[in-house]
């Protein structure tokens, strides 16, 4: 099985795993992933990405000129594509740049026009409804009338898809996996001395961009209520609400309990979650965002949350977009913006620590068994052998 993948997602080699897995499950496997020659990826990333081509026996990264540097939705490639479609002539052909993307119709016509016969598939995590005009409203159209499977990030997704027309086969899964060789559960004492976190001390961890959709003034005022207890508020990350929420510590009077880490290479952020006592996910969903389509924003799937299971570290998460589908029974669920009910299930977790463990090792076989990379790339080539018997 031959199996193409095209998105700007894969310019980053870590990101690439699973599908490098995919390419060494059986050895009639080839996967080549297209990505565009020059991304700018915005955020903290302020530099331009040229990707390097890279080969791995049957695995390899094809950097193809491209339009659009970084916007998603209009990302479309240019003419160097076609012969390597020629050559490569793939089974599978996967756009992951969601349902309304120009390089997905791209993909879908250089299919038919080229005589490849390979089935069309297309990634996206959008889990928002949302309401299209002309001419993208044909754009989608097209796409969807000529896909043979979806693969969508969460629950949600799946229902608006097929609120849109779409009928055809879709699989549940996430874009990447976690790897649990780098994710494991590793005790970290010289870091913990380092950051000044004592034995005693019950380490709650954040991880990810401090903004007001991730819900932690919630989470402050949360442990506000548990001042008698010995903590420390680990939080891995950076963003704009940094001054508010050492503001809001102040006021509520543990300032001095708040150890702040500014990002850090991913391959390093397992060392951090090792130290947690449980990782928090407080997400809350918003109206505040708006696009040309549609209006608001809600959790997609909650990466972090998977890495920490995969530590044996218990999670706890809001019941925003698809943390509680990611948790299901291996973690703890409160209402999004509940601050007396997140404060109840931490100190659960502190007043129970046979309880915490239990759910900590919930935690990591649901990890090890759905969201490892390898576990992702088996059950993605699943899906693609039963598209390819229908």
Request: proline share 5%.
């Amino acid at each position: 099985m031959k199996i193409l993948v095209a998105s700007h997602s894969y310019i980053v080699d870590l990101n690439c795993e699973k599908l490098r897995i995919l390419a060494n499950l059986e050895p009639e496997i080839e996967v080549t992933i297209v990505v565009p020659k020059r991304w700018k990826p915005g955020g903290v990333m302020t530099d331009v990405v040229e990707p390097r081509y890279r080969e791995d026996g049957s695995f390899r990264v094809v950097p193809v000129s491209n339009f659009s540097q970084n916007n998603q939705g209009l990302l479309s490639f240019g003419a160097d594509l076609i012969p390597l479609l020629q050559q490569f002539r793939p089974d599978i052909i996967q756009v992951e740049q969601g349902s309304k993307s120009i390089a997905y119709a791209e993909l879908i016509i250089l299919n038919r026009l080229l005589g490849l016969q390979a089935k069309n598939l297309f990634f996206t995590w959008w889990n928002l409804p949302y309401t299209l005009k002309f001419p993208v409203s044909l754009l989608e159209s097209y796409n969807l009338c000529h896909t043979d499977g979806v693969v969508v990030g969460n629950r949600d997704g799946e229902q608006i898809l097929r609120q849109h027309g779409y009928q055809g086969e879709m699989r549940i899964m996430p874009q990447l996996g976690v790897d649990h060789q780098l994710f494991r559960p590793q005790c970290q004492p010289k870091l913990a001395a380092q950051l000044g976190i004592a034995e005693t001390d019950f380490v709650i961890g954040f991880v990810g961009r401090f903004v007001p959709e991730k819900g932690l003034l919630t989470l402050a005022n949360a442990l506000a209520g548990l001042k008698n207890r010995p903590w420390k508020w680990l939080l891995l990350g950076r963003g704009e609400q940094q001054e508010t929420l050492l503001a809001a510590a102040k006021t509520l009077g543990f300032d001095d309990r708040l150890i702040w880490v500014d990002s850090v290479p991913h391959a390093e952020v397992y060392r951090y979650i090792n130290l947690m006592d449980t990782l928090i996910l407080p997400s809350e969903t918003t109206n505040q965002f708006k696009t040309l389509t549609s209006a608001g924003w809600k959790e997609q799937f909650g990466h972090v949350l998977i890495e920490a299971m995969a530590c044996e570290v218990p999670v706890i998460g809001s019941d925003s977009g698809e943390i509680p589908n990611v948790i299901e029974d291996a973690g703890l669920i409160f209402p999004e913006g509940d601050s007396e009910a997140l404060r109840d299930r931490i100190f659960h977790l502190m007043g129970d620590r046979t309880f915490a463990k239990d759910l900590g090792r919930c935690g990591y076989a649901r990890a090890i068994a759905r969201y490892t990379n390898h576990a992702l790339a088996k059950e993605l080539f699943t899906f693609y052998r039963q598209l390819q018997a229908n």
